[in-house]
């Protein structure tokens, strides 16, 4: 499974955006975006909302894909 980091990092580079590029379709700043991508940190409903509708995926797509720290399955 994907950390959200690795999540995030996938979709914007498939499609070719630069952070600035994601932060003007999304209204996501790109320096948080960015430290999500580094830190793996899980970001907010709304942020995740934002950057669903930008990228055209479910947002069910930041839940489902994602390895969060310390949770054992």
Excluded at 17 to 44: C, D, F, I
Excluded at 47 to 53: F, G
Aim: no cysteine.
């Amino acid at each position: 499974m994907k950390k959200i980091g690795e999540l995030f990092l996938e979709l914007r580079t498939t499609r070719n955006w630069t952070l600035k590029e994601m932060e003007n379709a999304s209204g996501v700043r790109a320096t948080y975006y960015h430290y999500v991508e580094v830190t793996n940190k899980m970001p907010s409903i709304e942020i995740v909302k934002r950057l669903s509708i930008a990228y055209d995926v479910s947002p069910l797509i930041f839940f489902d894909t994602v390895q969060f720290e310390g949770v054992k399955k």
